[in-house]
């Protein structure tokens, strides 16, 4: 029987192994401490503008936000609380969101393919991949958001095929929290269903009534995640439904329609085309071995090599395919209205990574030449990305360091050249500046690392496209409310980005300083501005009636 000598007979080759928990356990403990390690130790990066703006909202905590859901202020927050206003500690959530979402899919492992040996290859498959691996030492929405999905498929397989009816209540409460991160985790429902559709005769049969009580309460645990989100969208004219049809380019979102917006269907090809190669960048050699891995599986199917014996779940491998076909098919749709970023996939291939696991052994039992390469290729990604993680720490730290590095580069030089024109505006002034921007990332990196951590404004609602941020909602930085007019009207400020003649329209005399020696973008201005006047269109008090 040599086609059986595959990893289909884990209940006998995988004897030997340790308990299937022990190495994945000791592994995302262990990717848990080097990441805090390489954090705290070395503090490498100055945070990302996302990271600086979602430690804004932390600051302020609310129901919801402007662009997205609470989750990753309240984890943030709650990091904060623990460990102080420091960068190790906004990014702690994304450290272990990374290494629960490795446990999840070697739980799903498990499960599906009954082999211990499985569970750590799955693991180490999922923090192998650019993406996942990335979110490990950056806290925006996607780690915890990935996490919360891999949680859901891996709840989601046991209440569909092995009829758990507590597993129901994992599901809702996993989609629950990472709906509070990421509105996109409603497209793995959709592929719960599908399999629900395409996979019914695979899956064990059970009485339905016996559990529809645990469905039942899956489904109010999972709406319990959108109750925050709608009161506070409520009380502020549905703006994320503005935002995200903003981000579509179309009509009633909080961007100007792209031509032909309103009149008709507008369309890139080259963004469908830069879809297909992001896919290489969020999933790195795990791309090419979800495609082996599929062909391999069919094979495997056609030669006998997936029945009972091999300890195979019938269906499981269906199942997988099916959570992640309705993102990928989703954000492909997305790229005829838009361009998509990379990450938005990344969920998807979470879930691929059982296939991914038992692609590799298959391929090395068998020994199948591409499959053992890409393998391969895909564990050295791993090494050379916790390889090149402190290199770059150490490149953005040396004065040869490229401009293409400077929204990384240590902050602290700018930081100092920003006090330095402050202080001689103050000077000259009599009275300490103000601190506005005109983006909102560059807005929430200085509330973070200036001294106090004061309040610090953004401007972008009346400059350009005009588009509203979490800053506009804010009652005190909301620059077209009276009240803060009136705080503010005679002040001085340090601007940064735009030019003279726009600030004008705020400040009754503007001075440029031209681009700062370490500016971390390129082209940004710095200005002084004397006499803040308000900005056109400032409600009156009557009109003024935020909630925040």
């Not at 000791?26 to 990717?31: E, H, R």
């Not at 989609?175 to 019914?200: D, E």
């Not at 059982?354 to 039992?365: K, S």
């Not at 990332?441 to 610090?456: D, I, M």
Request: with cysteine; glycine share 12%; proline share 5%.
């Amino acid at each position: 029987m040599t086609d059986g000598l595959t990893v289909g007979l884990s209940a006998e080759s995988g004897s030997r192994w340790p308990s299937g928990w022990a190495p994945v356990l000791v592994f995302a403990v262990g990717m848990v401490a080097l990441r805090l390690v390489f954090l705290a130790g070395f503090d490498p990066f100055t945070l990302i503008e996302d990271e600086a703006h979602y430690w804004e909202w932390s600051r302020r905590l609310g129901l919801s936000y402007y662009s997205k859901g609470p989750g990753v202020a309240w984890a943030i927050a709650a990091a904060t609380a623990l460990f102080g206003d420091v960068e190790w500690a906004v990014r702690l959530p994304a450290v272990l969101a990374c290494s629960i979402g490795s446990v999840a899919v070697a739980g799903l492992t498990r499960d599906i393919f009954h082999d211990r040996r499985l569970m750590i290859m799955s693991a180490v498959a999922y923090q192998a991949m650019p993406g996942p691996f990335a979110t490990g030492l950056l806290m925006t929405i996607d780690g915890p958001y990935v996490a919360c999905w891999t949680l859901a498929a891996w709840a989601g397989w046991r209440a569909l095929a092995q009829r758990s009816g507590p597993a129901w209540i994992g599901l809702g409460l996993a989609l629950a929290v990472g709906f509070l991160f990421k509105y996109t985790i409603l497209v793995l429902p959709v592929g719960l269903v599908l399999f629900a559709v395409v996979g019914r005769k695979r899956v064990r049969s059970a009485d339905a009534g016996g559990i529809m009580g645990w469905m039942i309460g899956g489904v109010v645990c999972a709406l319990l995640g959108l109750v925050p989100i709608a009161i506070w969208n409520a009380q502020h004219d549905w703006a994320t439904v503005r935002h995200l049809l903003g981000h579509l380019g179309v009509a009633g979102g909080d961007m100007p329609a792209r031509q032909g917006g309103d009149a008709g269907w507008s369309y890139n090809p080259v963004w469908t085309l830069e879809f297909l190669g992001l896919q290489f960048a969020v999933a790195g050699a795990g791309f090419a071995l979800a495609i082996l891995g599929a062909i391999n599986l069919r094979g495997a199917h056609k030669q006998g090599r997936s029945d009972g014996r091999a300890g195979w779940q019938p269906g499981g491998v269906a199942f997988l395919y099916c959570c992640a076909a309705p993102m990928l098919v989703f954000y492909a749709g997305v790229t005829l209205f838009t361009q998509v970023e990379a990450n938005w996939t990344m969920a998807a291939y979470a879930t691929m990574a059982p296939v991914l696991a038992w692609a590799g052994m298959d391929g090395f039992v068998r020994r199948d030449g591409p499959i053992r390469f890409v393998w391969r290729l895909h564990l050295v990604l791993l090494v050379g990305m916790m390889i090149a993680a402190p290199a770059l720490a150490w490149i953005v730290r040396t004065d040869d360091a490229p401009s293409s590095m400077g929204r990384i580069k240590p902050i602290d030089p700018y930081i100092g050249e920003v006090l330095a024109i402050a202080a001689e505006v103050e000077a000259e002034a009599g009275e300490p500046p103000v601190f506005i921007a005109i983006h909102y990332g560059r807005a929430s990196q200085l509330a973070f690392y200036l001294p106090g951590n004061p309040t610090v404004y953004a401007a972008s609602a009346h400059f350009g496209d005009g588009r509203r941020t979490q800053y506009d909602v804010w009652a005190e930085t909301d620059l077209s409310s009276p009240d803060v007019g009136d705080r503010l009207r005679g002040r001085p400020a340090v601007l940064f980005d735009g030019s003279e003649s726009e600030w004008r329209r705020l400040f009754e005399r503007v001075e440029s300083r031209g681009v700062l020696a370490h500016e971390p973008k390129k082209g940004r201005p710095t200005l002084e501005g004397f006499g803040y006047t308000g900005v056109p269109g400032e409600r009156s008090r009557g009109d003024a009636g935020e909630t925040e």
